[in-house]
């Protein structure tokens, strides 16, 4: 997944860019509401980490902004506010969540992945296609009986294609999930993700196509 964090305290932002790519997680950082405007339009987002308070305004403009321009990208607001007046105004602007300053990075991470469950319509943790289950909350791989671990990245790039089966995703687009700006690497690494979780998938009936020209997609092998 791809996050975007606007957040103006260094440190702070150091510290959950540092988490979440942890995670294995694609993670922005814009310290300022005109960085973050640059952002989204540069790259679409999984998931905004978006605090109030930023040095050239107020992020309640750019959650307002972001929804009346029909942007659904799951929104969770970080604020020093604990005032309930000011968590229902946040709400229903259009936030998806919020957590209150100073915060455990284990709530935010268990935050995080209950508005992107939310946003999938999906219940739980686990989804199953073709033999093969993935549990993202273990970070496993489900396959003929074994119970097999993933790294960080192979985990979402799992999600990805067990989210949309049968859909056709592009090497740029793989890239765009996995990666951040900051990240130095060249479309062969998508390759080398591939081959990973291809392997990790033998012995269940799904894997991964290669569609010649266009991208990768899961598949139910027959």
Known sequence: MRFLLIEDNANLAGAVVERLQLDGHAVD??????????CVEAADYDLILLDIMLPDGDGRSFLQSHRNARKSTPIIVTT?????????????????????????????EARCRAVLRRRGGVAANRR??????LDSSSGTLEVAGETLS???????????????????FSKAHLMDRLFSFSDEVGENAIEVYVGRIRKKL???D?????????GYRLVEQT
Do not use: C, M, W
């Open 29 to 38: 950082h814009a310290g300022t509401l005109d960085d973050a405007s640059a």
């Open 80 to 108: 020093a506010r604990s005032e309930v007046s000011d968590r229902v105004s946040l709400l229903d602007l259009g936030a998806d969540d919020y957590i209150t300053k100073p915060f455990d990075f284990s709530e935010l």
């Open 128 to 133: 199953a296609f073709a033999g093969a289950t």
């Open 150 to 168: 993933l790294r960080n990245r192979e985990l979402r790039l799992l999600e990805v294609f067990f989210a949309t089966p049968r859909q056709v």
């Open 202 to 204: 033998e012995g269940s």
């Open 206 to 214: 799904a894997r991964i196509e290669t569609v010649r020209g266009l």
